[in-house]
């Protein structure tokens, strides 16, 4: 259970980051694509050291992509508050 608690709060940041690259980045396509590979890379390398259990594996895949995410949602979040005034 809590596997799935974790993979569903790493969800947020991938979704974040990338509604907001859109309006903030030149090169849309590139940084998504980047952000996606650098993304399944690190989530297939905490896939490989979970246990055995088949939802601890996706849950930690998961929580591998949101790692990934966290960073450029909060640059991308910063910039948005910075463009609006705050």
């Known amino acids: 259970m809590f596997q799935l608690f974790v993979a569903v709060i790493a969800l947020v940041p991938i979704g974040w980051s990338h509604y907001l690259i859109a309006a903030h ?3 849309e396509i590139v940084t998504r694509g980047l ?12 896939m490989r050291y979970a246990p ?5 594996r996706w849950g930690l895949f998961v929580a591998g992509m949101g ?3 966290a960073p450029a ?8 508050l910075k463009r609006r005034g705050y």
């Open 67 to 69: 790692a990934v995410h």
């Open 25 to 27: 980045t030149r090169y």
């Open 52 to 56: 055995d259990s088949t939802l601890a």
């Open 73 to 80: 949602a909060i640059v991308l979040t910063i910039k948005q």
């Open 35 to 46: 952000l996606i590979l650098v993304g399944l890379g690190f989530g297939a390398i905490c």
